[in-house]
């Protein structure tokens, strides 16, 4: 079955939708960021939608590519480098935010505001880039038109 362009287009909108609602919380000094809780808060919310799109579309282009579903959302970027879907180094540079979805979907009491802020300033490094892969992918193949 071939990749859903459909599908993957819609998350990429949504996962830009929510970039630029990060925008604002990206500009503000580490002590801005913490001065109000709601910030933290919505950068956690944030990063989990953004993260847990991106794992939705590297499994289904992975799949649909006729490979076996990643052992983990870890592996998931790792097999979208393997299948220069990505680079191999934007690759291994976003698969931590595996780790980091996890640790704020199950809402562990120990998260650590400093790596959530440093997350939401790396968004906009690395996310562009795997946005415009994604895309190009997209472009080069040939997609189911549904």
Not at 68 to 74: G, Q, S
């Amino acid at each position: 079955m071939p990749v859903d362009k459909v599908l993957v287009k819609r998350k990429l909108s949504l996962i830009s939708e929510d970039l630029i609602r990060l925008k604002s919380i990206s500009k503000l000094s580490f002590a801005e960021y913490i001065d109000n809780f709601e910030n933290e808060i919505l950068a956690e919310r944030y990063l989990e939608r953004i993260i847990g799109r991106m794992i939705d579309i590297n499994y289904h282009i992975v799949t649909e590519m006729g490979r076996p579903a990643p052992r983990d959302y870890y592996n998931s970027f790792i097999e979208l480098g393997k299948l220069k879907v990505v680079s191999p180094a934007l690759s291994h540079e976003l698969a931590g935010s595996a780790g980091l979805r996890n640790h704020i979907s199950h809402e562990y009491d120990d998260i650590d505001e400093k790596k959530i802020y440093a997350a939401v300033k790396n968004c906009f490094t690395g996310l562009p880039k795997y946005l415009n892969s994604i895309n190009s992918f997209l472009k080069k193949k040939l997609i189911d038109p549904r």
